[in-house]
């Protein structure tokens, strides 16, 4: 479906919104963190309001959801994306772990010719060579010899973003592949994923001691999580809006925007570091995704 001239405005408006939202999002994970409230449990009680919501008002995708297996996949990478996006850059350099993130073309050739069949292109295998030669800039340590100078994660935020990034391609390969499911059920399926996986994770990191349980009943934190489940839920409606009235392509280069906007904040209020070799990592990371956005294999 494509919009008419006046409504594609709209449409680019509201795609905009949604990656200003996780663009930003990193801000007040960062404040509610600092209150008390580990990012995980804050991911799986915002989105466990969207579940009820999402339950309240189309029932039947429940029993979908449920007596679909294959749906269950798409929850476990909507999950994972979350969780660990959210955690990453609530602890972590925000441009490093936003830039790992992106590397989904990497991690979108190889998962579409493994689900899908696709054929792994020409230009496809150049995206993922542009892509990985990225992360090596970014990963590569400043010294160190042996395995200390290989370009591997070395933190936990790294290896989040690096598993969020792969989720999110994930997430998105099983969108393709389940696109005659109603929607109403792929979009319970992804928040659910969200709900359930954050919340498993945060009980069992609770349980050893790693994360602080949520900290006890108030107005305050309560209204503030609140307010953040709903907004959440209203960018995820927008990206649904647009990505509906827009070409693939265009799409995927307004998503893109979600870079600047997470770069763009963290470096402005101290949360975030560009050096020259991060500078470089990005410009290779980015075309990658810019080159997947705009061509045609």
Known sequence: MTAAPPLRWLAALALVFNAFTWGVSWWP???????????????GLSYSVAVGLLVALRPAALGMVLRTPVLWVLMLAAGLTNACFNWAVSIGDVVRVVLLFYLMPLWTVLLSHWLLGERISVRGAFRVALALGGAVVVLWPAGGSGWAALPLPRSLPDALGLLGGFSFALNNVMLRREAHRPESARALA???????????????????GVAAPPPPLAAGWLLAALGLALW???????????????????????????????SASALALGAGTLGGREALGALMILGGALLAAVQRD
Do not use: C, K
């Open 29 to 43: 994970f960062r404040q509610m963190n600092a209150l008390g409230l580990h990012p995980l449990w804050l991911t």
């Open 190 to 208: 992804m928040f659910g994923g969200g709900a359930l996986v954050s919340l498993g994770l945060a009980a069992v990191l609770t349980q050893a």
């Open 232 to 262: 959440f839920l209203a960018a995820n409606l927008t990206l649904q809006y647009g990505a509906a009235r827009l070409p693939a392509n265009t799409t995927s280069v307004i998503m893109i925007s979600e870079v600047f906007f997470a």
